[in-house]
């Protein structure tokens, strides 16, 4: 399943960066994904935590 | 598995399910040639809503559209248990096979059971009945019986079918149950239209992934408080800052410092339900301003209904008769006492003047006694004896005679004599001014008895058309239950004050939350400075900043979706049902409200609950034809009895209006023959009187007759002839 058209155009109309806008996406599909995982909820607060590390690494300078 | 193409049903089986005996082998509903409408015709009571039960079975394992008579049967056919033997096993299956033609899905709940000796009992009448036991969510059994249930989800996206576990999670994928009332409508869920809509905000949310950002939403503010965790300890001033944020963020969520939610203890909330327990409100902040909202919502929607009764109670004109009543009884005992305080003015009145008023012949005539002996010298008479003496000492009278002369002398003192006799008339030379002044004023004193007398005559009549008024009140209300009429204004009244009052607690609570945000605010951007300042702290504010960043940037998603989604439903419901319902000047705004329920106003005059049968119908199209279009979601729609309550005209309307209402959308509609195949007479769009049947003709997929076999109480599927 894909986030739905007019929440991505929401965020596509944020006044924030691009990667901010690619971010708040990857998130969405994230959750999406985990509503229909039987993972764990701490493998995904971690995962969560990974993907915020990654970003700020990737984009800090 | 997941397709974003509109889906119908293809088939529908049911075997020893309720009236439908034996096994009816699929019956295809799958559309063809682009044809979405199908027709199921029975007449009341040969089994159209148990199709509707059925499929909802089938998905959800509830039956909503039953029927009382029902009650006490089990849910699998009668004819199939009592022609099983003793130990014979007894299967029941509920099918449904729906997809389109990318994917298919089929969903099947099948229940069996050996047959035990049927437990009997004896009613309060003397009748003999079996007995019967509800087992969970699998229905009413025969006592005694041990059903076992087998249900399967499988899809499939060419021969193979795929079987997936979890079978709940996976319908409620393909519709949740919360829009289901949207798809399988009946009669009851139109009546109840106005609280049914308020329960679709959870499956709109879900529909449009509102509930993935909300979600989303939740875990980031995990995340920040994961961090802001962290930061704890560094140094006293980000502390300081941390501290002063949370307790705002605290106060906002109404929470204590180990995140337990504090409430008003003091003040219990209102009873929302009969027999219900104490509940109290959050303390604060934005839960307190929802649990304002909900009573304040639960306070209109009492109001309303206390409307309504008052209205079945003729109460608008039995309210203003009693007031009038209670009026006249109040102001009667006056009335009566003016009128005897002016009749005894009067008589106190007549006895002052009355003598004067029967005398005024005797008086006049005095008057005018005194008046000619006035004249004449006469009066008063001491002048009379003065002036004698006078004479007799000049010793000449007026007339010339001389008085020197002894009997000329006894003549004037003779005279004088007899005139004394009348010196009592010296007083009426007094009384004579007052008698002049009397008679001048007799026609203004009169008056004042006249003014009595008319005065008493119209107070008499004002007492009279009182008493007219009061017994024709009485009569009016002698059929109207006058003291329920009392207390439902009286309770109508306390509700409008609290009301008053929670809405000015809502406005405070609104300004104090605003004022709390600033504050919260302000602390995070010292927090975060403080944060920054620190190098051990560095690392975990750049996570927090992107974070509290993500929150705020999520949180404008949700408004902007939200307000969106709502605009759009809320336009589209009221563009379609002003299309469809044939009033557009009757019905000015169709209003979507926050929690989803809708308004229909005339004028600003909420006419919501004034709509009729056929209106609401048209209501409950509209907003399911608007929720359909703001989701995407496409599943197909089952209506019972879609027009039987409808008038000509508007059923002439839908009947135009079904094939392209949902141009994309199967739409499978139970009904009876009278309301499919009679003609609609009298409407000028249809001046060949067209029956529904011809209307919507071009656009029937399949049409079938539900024969109802009377005497063995089963119902089985068969062609439309």
């Not at chain 2, 009026?327 to 305080?341: H, Q, V």
């Not at chain 2, 008053?500 to 302000?522: F, G, P």
């Not at chain 2, 005339?602 to 279009?629: C, K, M, P």
Request: hydrophobic fraction near 30%; glycine fraction near 6%; charged fraction near 30%.
């Amino acid at each position: 399943m894909s986030i739905n058209s007019d929440i991505e155009k929401e965020i596509d109309n944020l006044n924030i960066a691009s990667t901010e806008k690619a971010l708040m996406k990857k998130i969405l599909s994230f959750e999406l994904e985990k509503e229909g995982s039987t993972k764990g909820t701490k493998k995904y607060t971690e995962d969560y935590g990974k993907m915020i590390d990654t970003y700020i690494s990737e984009n800090s300078e | 598995m997941a397709d974003n193409k509109q889906r119908s049903f293809l088939s529908i089986r049911l075997k020893n399910y309720r009236q439908y005996y034996g096994d009816s082998g699929k019956i295809s509903l799958a559309p063809q040639d682009g044809k979405l409408i199908n027709i199921i015709q029975g007449e009341n009571g040969e089994g159209k809503s148990n199709i509707l039960n059925a499929m909802n079975y089938c998905l959800y394992q509830e039956e909503p559209h039953f029927k009382s008579q029902y009650s006490g049967m089990p849910i699998v056919n009668i004819r199939a248990i009592n022609d099983a033997a003793d130990g014979d096993e007894v299967e029941m299956i509920v099918e449904l096979e729906l997809g389109n033609e990318e994917i298919k899905y089929k969903i099947a709940r099948k229940i069996t059971f050996f047959k035990n000796k049927l437990i009997k009992q004896v009613d309060t009448e003397g009748r003999e009945t079996i007995s019967v036991t509800r087992i969970g969510n699998l229905g009413s059994f025969p006592t005694g019986v041990n059903p076992t249930a087998k249900n399967s989800f499988q899809w499939s996206t060419g021969k193979d079918w795929k079987t997936e576990v979890n079978m709940e999670h996976h319908i409620h994928k393909l519709l949740p149950p919360k829009l289901k009332s949207f798809f399988f409508l009946d009669g009851e869920f139109l009546d109840e239209i106005a609280s049914t809509f308020k329960g679709v905000k959870k499956g709109v949310d879900e529909l449009s992934q509102l509930n993935l950002v909300y979600i989303t939403i939740a875990d980031i503010k995990k995340m920040v408080t994961t961090y802001e965790r962290q930061s704890k300890g560094t140094d006293t001033e980000t502390d300081t800052y941390l501290n002063e944020k949370q307790n705002h963020e605290n106060w906002l969520e109404s929470k204590n410092l180990k995140g337990e939610t504090v409430y008003d203890k003091e003040n219990p909330g209102l009873k929302m339900e009969e027999g219900g327990s104490v509940w109290y409100h959050p303390k604060s902040g934005k839960p307190r301003e929802e649990s304002k909202k909900k009573e304040l919502d639960f306070l209109k929607q009492k109001i309303h209904e206390i409307d309504e009764q008052l209205q079945k109670n003729n109460s608008s004109v039995s309210q203003e008769w009693s007031i009038n009543l209670a009026k006249i009884e109040k102001l009667l005992p006056k009335k009566y006492e003016s009128l005897e305080e002016l009749k005894s003015n009067k008589i106190k009145y007549l006895v002052q003047e009355g003598p004067f008023v029967y005398l005024r012949e005797s008086v006049t005539f005095a008057s005018n006694l005194i008046d000619k002996k006035r004249k004449v010298g006469q009066l008063p008479v001491k002048q009379n004896e003065i002036f004698v003496k006078d004479l007799l000492e000049a010793e000449k009278c007026i007339c010339g005679t001389d008085l020197h002369d002894e009997k000329a002398r006894q003549n004037i003192i003779d005279w004088q004599k007899n005139s004394s006799k009348d010196s009592k008339l010296d007083a009426c030379v007094e009384i004579g001014v007052e008698f002049r002044n009397k008679l001048k004023n007799f026609k203004k004193d009169f008056s004042v008895l006249d003014k009595f007398r008319s005065d008493i005559i119209n107070l008499q009549e004002e007492i009279d058309n009182y008493e007219d008024d009061k017994k024709e009140l009485i009569a009016k209300l002698k059929g109207i239950d006058e003291i329920k009429v009392k207390e439902l204004f009286s309770e109508k009244t306390a509700k409008e004050e609290l009301r008053d009052e929670t809405l000015v607690e809502l406005a405070e609570i609104k300004t104090d939350i605003k004022s709390h945000e600033r504050e919260r605010n302000t602390c995070e951007v010292d927090y975060n400075r403080a944060m920054k300042n620190n190098s051990k702290l560095k690392g975990v504010a750049d996570k927090l900043e992107l974070l509290q960043k993500l929150h705020k940037t999520f949180n404008i998603v949700r408004h902007n979706v939200t307000k969106k989604f709502q605009d759009s439903l809320g336009e589209n419901t009221e563009a379609y049902f002003k299309k469809l319902v044939w009033k557009e000047t009757t019905f000015s705004d169709v209003v979507l409200q926050e929690d989803y329920s809708l308004k229909v106003l005339n004028d600003g005059y909420d006419v919501t609950h004034d709509l009729s049968s056929g209106e609401r119908l048209v209501l409950a199209l509209s907003f399911i034809a608007a929720v359909r279009q703001i989701s995407g979601y496409k599943f197909p729609l089952v209506i019972d009895t879609p027009i039987g309550k409808i008038s000509e005209t508007p059923k002439t309307n839908l009947g135009k209006f079904y094939p392209k209402y949902l141009a994309d959308t199967q739409l499978t509609l139970l009904v009876t023959g009278s309301e499919y195949e009679s003609n609609i007479v009298g409407v000028k769009d249809n001046p060949e009187n067209h029956s529904v049947r011809k209307l919507i003709k071009e656009s029937v997929n399949v049409e079938y007759k539900l024969n109802y076999n009377e005497k063995k109480k089963q119902t089985t599927f068969g062609d439309y002839t």
